[in-house]
């Protein structure tokens, strides 16, 4: 069985330098976070869970028929935000801007997986990039401080390029997302 999950891949490297300076703030850092590793960023678009080997090649068919037309574009990563709230936050994310050229595909791809019935976790779309799970706040004055000090901050521009299916491995040395299909979007012809 593999645990799988589709996304999109995000790299930023304003939005990197940010993270790393959030990472070495001494104040901020007085609380327990376990931050995302770099080569792990992406926006998570359906989370599929533990799913045969098997299922690869449906899963890859069902990505390059849901996300065929869709257009590679550009946006900004923008503000910080929490989940599920600031005054127990569970999760730390980064906002994308603009997910509207997006939407087509994510909502055939969320057809397709149920008229082939793949079993996916419904949760309501929110495009996000996790950058750290929070484990305990020790200075949550410092912490909410942080969050609206920053929850319009620019972090970057972003290529929305492709469409990928991951497996989730778990190591020693933490979580890696291991790329099994990806599927690029269309460019504009010049």
């Known amino acids: 069985m593999k645990r799988l999950f589709i996304g999109i891949p995000i790299n930023c490297g304003n939005a990197h330098l940010q993270v790393q300076s959030w990472q070495s703030d001494p104040q901020f850092n007085l609380n327990r976070l376990a931050w995302t590793k770099e080569q792990n960023w992406h926006i998570t678009l359906v989370f599929l869970g533990a799913m045969p080997e098997s299922a690869v ?11 065929g037309n869709c257009p590679a574009y550009i ?12 005054h127990k936050p569970k999760v730390l994310w980064i906002g994308l801007d603009n997910i509207q050229p997006l939407l087509p595909g994510y909502q055939k791809l ?8 793949i079993h996916f ?8 990039l996790t950058i750290a ?22 972090l970057g521009e972003v290529s929305i390029d492709r469409v990928t299916l991951y497996e989730s491995i778990s ?15 269309k460019r504009e012809q010049t």
């Open 121 to 128: 976790d419904s949760k309501p779309f929110k495009a996000h």
């Open 75 to 86: 946006t900004s990563l923008t503000g910080l935000g929490v989940f599920p709230d600031k």
């Open 171 to 185: 190591s020693p040395n933490g979580v890696m997302y291991q790329p099994l299909y990806e599927k690029n979007l």
């Open 57 to 67: 090649a449906p899963l890859s068919q069902i990505i390059n028929s849901a996300f």
């Open 110 to 117: 969320t057809s397709l997986l149920l008229e082939n019935n």
């Open 133 to 154: 799970r929070i484990k305990s706040l020790d200075t949550p004055e410092a912490f909410i401080a942080m969050l609206e000090n920053n929850h319009i901050t620019p």
